[in-house]
């Protein structure tokens, strides 16, 4: 068994093509242009970039949610890159996803016991209401929100009990792999910083693979082994979290950083220019 | 003693939609000329709320119950319409925080530029192009006749917030109110746009109040900071006060609590639900739900 659970290689993705009539179909706007990452067994992998780089589309092109006009995609040694959605349906259990927007992604009509259980059962995870229920529960004290909870509908919930209840969701199912998109960027830091010690703690538990998309270095660093920055489609650098931010070697990556703004004095920081996006080398 | 440009003074207010909920509970701050001031807090703080006041923008949803906002000395709150709408858009403007929709999708940028330097400085619609090509070139566009021609889908989100600050700016107002004006940007668009706030600000002498939830924002851009929970004001001071010798519990929670790309054992810190205690017990809030 390889130790690699997620091996994308030269991954194309184009939006708007058509096939057409006598080859006369549109060419489209290719947004991915090969791109590779792998993602090891129980290893988070940090996605970083600003908008148009083409994050979120990688994110979805690992989990065949947009179409791959390019490149293979191998999940746990299988070549998944030609499956139709029925051959993917086995798999979908153990790649789960956690949404930037919680409440988008949980129905406003169900109770948060709804939400967590019926995916128990279309699955098969659980044997009765009873199994259930004690499973909900386990997971719920695990993401620290009370049991009271399983009877509110999502809009009683704050945005932090949300994305809380949307990693229980996903951690319910056992999976192997879950992709994390964006998932504290609507949330205030008090609240952030709850839901990324969580995340991280539940991963190493049960050994997951992450894909953490974020638009935030700060929040890359926090939780991932390694990370991949991205540009244009392009991925522009790709290491563990200690080379790439305590040496970048992409003048794109000292760009990004240096953009940050640190919570400290800095009186040169907002005059002195920028680094150069020029290679020297 | 000179007065300050801004005095508000016990401000409160409730939301009449949510069952008279204080929304704003006594808050007073001053603000001097031509300074940058922070106002910075979670969701719920009250931030929003006081720079909506500052522009006489309250939704209809909130009631103001006591307090006052002295500008220049005149109470901002009891001022005849008529007077409040010359000093609206010309002594006090706005710099939105979502330049997506803060722009008429259906007029040009040269309409939406000109506007208040006709209708508020009577000039004619010749000088006010060139006002606005000048204005443009302030906010480092290179080609400001195509900008002009141009209507806001034709830009990028950088570029349009470039255009609502030299539209800020326009009229040399005394106060520019930027409500999270970098919040939907970038972070190396942001860079620029906060440089750029910074230069106008002090190129024109006008004083701004900074609405953020970004500590290190109002590390890089605000000579002093005030900090709000629930509509109360926690701590104010010197930015450099505040972030390097905070005095309250809180401040010093929500700075541990931000994440760090240079220091990756620290940060992260949840902020401790006695503090939250302490908070609601000073706000003087019933104890939180589930």
Request: charged share 25%.
């Given at each position: 068994m390889s130790d690699l659970l997620f091996e994308a290689k030269g991954v194309e993705v184009t939006y708007g093509m058509s096939k057409g009539m006598f080859g006369h179909g549109r060419p489209g706007v290719r947004v991915l242009h090969g791109v590779d990452l792998s993602i090891k067994r129980g290893e988070t992998v940090g996605i970083v970039g600003e908008s148009g780089s083409g994050k979120t589309t990688l994110g979805r092109a690992l989990l065949k949610l947009v179409p791959v006009s390019g490149g293979t995609i191998r999940f746990d040694g299988q070549d998944i890159t030609g499956l139709s959605p029925d051959a993917m349906r086995p798999l979908r259990r153990r790649m789960q996803m956690i949404f930037q927007d919680p409440m988008a992604s949980l129905n406003p009509r169900h109770t948060i016991r709804q939400i967590l259980t019926e995916p128990l059962f279309l699955h098969g995870l659980a044997t009765d209401r009873r199994d259930a229920e004690r499973q909900v529960r386990a997971i719920l004290d695990r993401v620290s929100l009370a049991p009271v909870t399983l009877d509110r509908a999502p809009h009683e919930l704050s945005g932090g009990q949300r994305q809380r209840v949307g990693i229980a969701r996903a951690v319910l199912m056992k999976p192997d792999f879950v992709l994390a998109d964006e998932i504290v960027s609507g949330l205030d830091v008090s609240t952030q910083a709850q839901v990324l010690n969580i995340l991280k703690a539940l991963s190493k538990e049960m050994g997951l693979s992450m894909a953490f998309i974020s638009h935030d270095l700060s929040v890359i660093r926090a939780v991932c082994d390694r990370v991949t920055v991205m540009r244009f489609g392009e991925v522009v650098e790709e290491g563990p979290c200690e080379t790439v931010f305590d040496a970048p070697q992409s003048p794109y990556t000292r760009l990004l950083l240096d953009a940050i703004p640190l919570p400290e004095i800095d009186d040169g920081w907002l005059t002195r220019p920028a680094p150069s996006l020029e290679t020297a080398a | 003693m000179t007065q300050p440009l801004v005095a508000i003074e016990g401000l409160s207010a409730i939301s009449t939609r949510d069952?008279?909920?204080?929304?704003?509970?006594d808050v007073s701050l001053t603000l001097e000329k031509g300074e940058v001031r922070g106002l910075v807090g979670e969701s719920g703080a009250g931030k929003s709320t006081i720079a909506k006041a500052l522009l006489g923008i309250l939704p209809s949803t909130v009631k103001v119950t006591g307090g006052f906002i002295r500008f220049e000395g005149r109470d901002l709150l009891t001022m005849p319409r008529r007077e409040l709408s010359d000093i609206m858009g010309r002594d006090i403007t706005l710099i939105p925080q979502d330049p997506q929709t803060a722009l008429n999708p259906a007029r040009r940028i040269e309409a939406q530029l000109t506007d208040g330097l006709r209708l508020k400085l009577g000039m004619s619609k010749k000088d006010a192009h060139q006002r606005a090509l000048q204005l443009l070139d302030e906010v480092q566009i290179r080609n400001p006749d195509r900008v002009l021609a141009a209507y806001p889908h034709e830009l990028s989100g950088g570029m349009r917030q470039r255009i609502l600050i030299a539209s800020a700016f326009a009229l040399n107002p005394k106060l520019v109110v930027a409500d999270e004006p970098t919040t939907a940007l970038d972070v190396t668009v942001q860079k620029e746009i906060l440089r750029l706030i910074r230069r106008m600000q002090e190129a024109h002498g006008t004083a701004v109040i900074f609405v953020t939830h970004d500590l290190g924002v109002v590390a890089k851009i605000c000579d002093r900071v005030t900090l709000l929970y629930a509509g109360k004001v926690i701590e104010h001071g010197a930015t450099v006060d505040m972030l390097t010798a905070p005095r309250h519990v809180y401040t010093r929670a929500l700075i541990a609590a931000g994440p760090r790309y240079d220091r990756p054992n620290a940060g992260l810190e949840p902020v401790p639900e006695a503090v939250f205690r302490q908070l609601r017990a000073e706000v003087g809030l019933a104890e939180r739900g589930i």
């Amino acid at each position: 068994m390889s130790d690699l659970l997620f091996e994308a290689k030269g991954v194309e993705v184009t939006y708007g093509m058509s096939k057409g009539m006598f080859g006369h179909g549109r060419p489209g706007v290719r947004v991915l242009h090969g791109v590779d990452l792998s993602i090891k067994r129980g290893e988070t992998v940090g996605i970083v970039g600003e908008s148009g780089s083409g994050k979120t589309t990688l994110g979805r092109a690992l989990l065949k949610l947009v179409p791959v006009s390019g490149g293979t995609i191998r999940f746990d040694g299988q070549d998944i890159t030609g499956l139709s959605p029925d051959a993917m349906r086995p798999l979908r259990r153990r790649m789960q996803m956690i949404f930037q927007d919680p409440m988008a992604s949980l129905n406003p009509r169900h109770t948060i016991r709804q939400i967590l259980t019926e995916p128990l059962f279309l699955h098969g995870l659980a044997t009765d209401r009873r199994d259930a229920e004690r499973q909900v529960r386990a997971i719920l004290d695990r993401v620290s929100l009370a049991p009271v909870t399983l009877d509110r509908a999502p809009h009683e919930l704050s945005g932090g009990q949300r994305q809380r209840v949307g990693i229980a969701r996903a951690v319910l199912m056992k999976p192997d792999f879950v992709l994390a998109d964006e998932i504290v960027s609507g949330l205030d830091v008090s609240t952030q910083a709850q839901v990324l010690n969580i995340l991280k703690a539940l991963s190493k538990e049960m050994g997951l693979s992450m894909a953490f998309i974020s638009h935030d270095l700060s929040v890359i660093r926090a939780v991932c082994d390694r990370v991949t920055v991205m540009r244009f489609g392009e991925v522009v650098e790709e290491g563990p979290c200690e080379t790439v931010f305590d040496a970048p070697q992409s003048p794109y990556t000292r760009l990004l950083l240096d953009a940050i703004p640190l919570p400290e004095i800095d009186d040169g920081w907002l005059t002195r220019p920028a680094p150069s996006l020029e290679t020297a080398a | 003693m000179t007065q300050p440009l801004v005095a508000i003074e016990g401000l409160s207010a409730i939301s009449t939609r949510d069952g008279g909920a204080p929304v704003l509970r006594d808050v007073s701050l001053t603000l001097e000329k031509g300074e940058v001031r922070g106002l910075v807090g979670e969701s719920g703080a009250g931030k929003s709320t006081i720079a909506k006041a500052l522009l006489g923008i309250l939704p209809s949803t909130v009631k103001v119950t006591g307090g006052f906002i002295r500008f220049e000395g005149r109470d901002l709150l009891t001022m005849p319409r008529r007077e409040l709408s010359d000093i609206m858009g010309r002594d006090i403007t706005l710099i939105p925080q979502d330049p997506q929709t803060a722009l008429n999708p259906a007029r040009r940028i040269e309409a939406q530029l000109t506007d208040g330097l006709r209708l508020k400085l009577g000039m004619s619609k010749k000088d006010a192009h060139q006002r606005a090509l000048q204005l443009l070139d302030e906010v480092q566009i290179r080609n400001p006749d195509r900008v002009l021609a141009a209507y806001p889908h034709e830009l990028s989100g950088g570029m349009r917030q470039r255009i609502l600050i030299a539209s800020a700016f326009a009229l040399n107002p005394k106060l520019v109110v930027a409500d999270e004006p970098t919040t939907a940007l970038d972070v190396t668009v942001q860079k620029e746009i906060l440089r750029l706030i910074r230069r106008m600000q002090e190129a024109h002498g006008t004083a701004v109040i900074f609405v953020t939830h970004d500590l290190g924002v109002v590390a890089k851009i605000c000579d002093r900071v005030t900090l709000l929970y629930a509509g109360k004001v926690i701590e104010h001071g010197a930015t450099v006060d505040m972030l390097t010798a905070p005095r309250h519990v809180y401040t010093r929670a929500l700075i541990a609590a931000g994440p760090r790309y240079d220091r990756p054992n620290a940060g992260l810190e949840p902020v401790p639900e006695a503090v939250f205690r302490q908070l609601r017990a000073e706000v003087g809030l019933a104890e939180r739900g589930i």
